[in-house]
């Protein structure tokens, strides 16, 4: 169940929201395609869900090319939407089973197919429930019962955890990690770094629609080549400090988060004292000082010059 994306390009008028993606996904693993909003993450897969034609290039799902064998790489997916597609005014039993349906399931079929999905999202005791009295989470998890009633052997889920609690949360992180422990292929957006790196097995970093680095979190932080991020929390940060921090030597990328400074560097030894020094200087009072290791975060800073929640 592998999927094939060839110099996918996708425009919407003049903007150009796609540019050149070329990818691999395997069989079996969870892919993460990480990126800041705008990024081009849903429409790379729209694209793949046969939901929006590319303006060149090929996708190929299982061997199928998606241009001319929509319908049977319909039923190879399924969709889990960022907006939330679900009926408010029928239970989530008859939701699950409506999609359920939908993909041909009937009578016995469709009842088990429909109580596994149930049982999966957590929502077999709310089953008779309308969804309009669930919260945000519980409607994503009833989004994803829908998405995955007819067993899908390739799951997509366009940034499902976006502003829900995190009891929901931790529950669709880890009925992704089942789905993928029984068999499923699962493509996951997020801008959440932090997500992506627990989850996924490979990653793709996509920034202004092209993928700017594609591989495993241990390759990725390798072409990081050893640097590291100083992180200093401390009251005041002047703008003037900042600036001076910028031109010392050793400093790759500086920036200010509310009241944490971030320097990344391939040399925090030397390059800690002098920051230290320049901050005492400009009567900086420091609360604390630490020393991260690359994450992917610090991969896409790194890319980029900017933080992905820029
Ligand atoms: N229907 C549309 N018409 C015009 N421009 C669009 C349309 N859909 C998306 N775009 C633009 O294309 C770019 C990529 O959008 P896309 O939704 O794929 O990004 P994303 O990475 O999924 O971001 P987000 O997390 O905000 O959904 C953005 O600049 C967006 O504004």
Known sequence: ?????????????????????????????????????????????????????????????????????????????????????????????????????????????????????????????????KPKKFSGGMKRRLNIACAIVHKPEIIIMDEPTVGIDPQSRNHILESVRELNRRGATVIYTSHYMEEVENLCHRVGIIDHGKLIALGTKEELKMQMNQEQLIQIEASDIRFNVVNEIKKLQGVINVSVKENILEVLTKNAQQLLQDILFVMGKGNTTIRNISLQEPDLESVFLSLTGRTLRD
């Open 1 to 129: 169940m592998s999927i094939k994306l060839t110099n996918v390009v996708k425009r919407y008028d003049s903007k150009l929201a796609v540019d050149q993606v070329s990818l691999n996904i395997q069989q079996g693993e969870i892919f993460g395609l990480l990126g800041p909003n705008g990024a081009g993450k849903s429409t790379t897969i729209k694209m793949i869900m046969g939901l929006l034609k590319p303006n060149s290039g090929e996708i190929i799902v299982h061997g199928l090319d998606i241009k001319s064998k929509s319908m049977e790489v319909k039923k190879l997916l399924g969709m889990v939407p960022q907006d939330i597609a679900i009926y408010d005014n029928i239970s989530a039993r008859e939701n699950v089973g409506f999609f359920g349906s939908l993909y041909g399931l009937r009578g016995k079929e469709l009842k088990k197919a429909v109580d596994e999905a149930l049982e999966y999202t957590g929502l077999l005791d709310r089953q008779k429930e």
